[in-house]
């Protein structure tokens, strides 16, 4: 089972109680559907299919759809709709739908712009269709492939996929805010909201009064942001969040083989090399459940420099292909940026290889909010433990 983080950007209210955390399992590798037997919910599925979809959907009698619960987001309940075989559909019309209830929500301007940006990408066919929206809630393709494994990170053509597709990702024009105030507004929060954090359970006290004494976050946050901020990093429209758990591999047998990227709980404009250094760190951790606390870490895991040079010239050359589009006018003007900054190998890895001190420090933070409030069977400390750690040997191996 796979850990994919959400967007549970926590509020002090919460920390406080005021607010009660329903964070759910989710299931990654693997895609584990149980039936469903609420008949509230499949009757609030049926509804909102019959009237969103329309077509075969709304014709559809009750005793002829089917509701499976996907296991299970972190703050959505997810549910995969489907009608039988015997009912006729036009070539059109999906006979598998996913239902995504939202849960309770912690920030209600990053929903917000999740679900603008969901649509958007919908629309421009880069992420699943858009079925439906409601208000508690929206109707999305459902794409029957599994996520990655961690140790396919390190795969040159998997790889070389991933940086074109994450090249392709940067080059999106979307109607948001250019100003890349993502990752230092969310350190902010995240360091307040930790210097409120108590546990009642007196080992978990202990451990993170341990973890405070190891770094003093003001100070580091200073000056990390002022080292990245004079890396003038160009901002584009980044995911923030690229591991493994938020990349589909896409094998159907009869096509070539190819990744999505899936899941923008974080997307926003941002600095590119923080995309960059939050990957290369992804390749040394796997989440999964039948590991103690959750998780694995592969010390020797992130990237040589020889495996970040492939990554960097795949990302270089679709980046280069899209700028040549433009020139030959073969690309949307209103939907891709025209101004994508050419780059060099060795600019690309500066940038990713000083950010991902900034993905260590982000998911310390976030790491231990979690430890706090989230009901998820999941070693939160520990895992801040060693982001910290990794993040002290980085910036040593970095000559800090």
Known sequence: MTRSRSSS????SELKGDVEDKSLERAGDLIRLTKCEDADIISIAYKY????????????????????????????????????????????????????????????KQRFYEGVIFTL????GIGPKTFGVFNSGRIEEFIPFRDLFTTELADPMISTLIAKRLAEFHSINLPLSKEPTFLWENIEKFIEICSEITFEEETKQERFEKLKKKINVHLEYKWLRKMLTDLNSPVVFSHNDLQEGNILYINTGDVNTD????????????????????HFCEWMYEYKSHHENGFKVFNNGFPSRSQQELFAQQYIKTTNEILNSFSENKIDHQKFKYDLTPCSVEAL??????????????WLLWSVIQARLSKIHFGYLEYAEVRLEAYITHKKQLGF
């Not at 950007?9 to 002090?12: A, H, I, K, T």
């Not at 990744?259 to 939050?278: A, H, T």
């Not at 890895?349 to 420090?361: P, Q």
């Open 9 to 12: 950007v926590v509020s002090l």
């Open 121 to 124: 990408l919908s629309e421009r």
């Open 349 to 362: 890895l500066d940038e990713g290889n000083k950010f991902a001190l900034a993905s260590h420090f982000f």
């Open 49 to 108: 299919c019959s009237k969103c979809l329309a077509g075969a959907w709304a014709l559809c009698k009750p005793e002829k759809f089917t509701v499976n619960i996907l296991n299970g987001g972190l703050t959505n309940y997810m549910y995969v709709c489907e009608v039988v075989d015997d009912v006729h559909f036009k070539s059109h019309e999906p006979r598998k739908v996913l239902l995504r209830i939202y849960g309770d929500i912690v920030d209600q």
């Open 259 to 278: 990744v999505k990227i899936v899941d923008y709980d974080y997307s926003s404009f941002n600095y590119r090399g923080f995309d960059f250094g939050n």
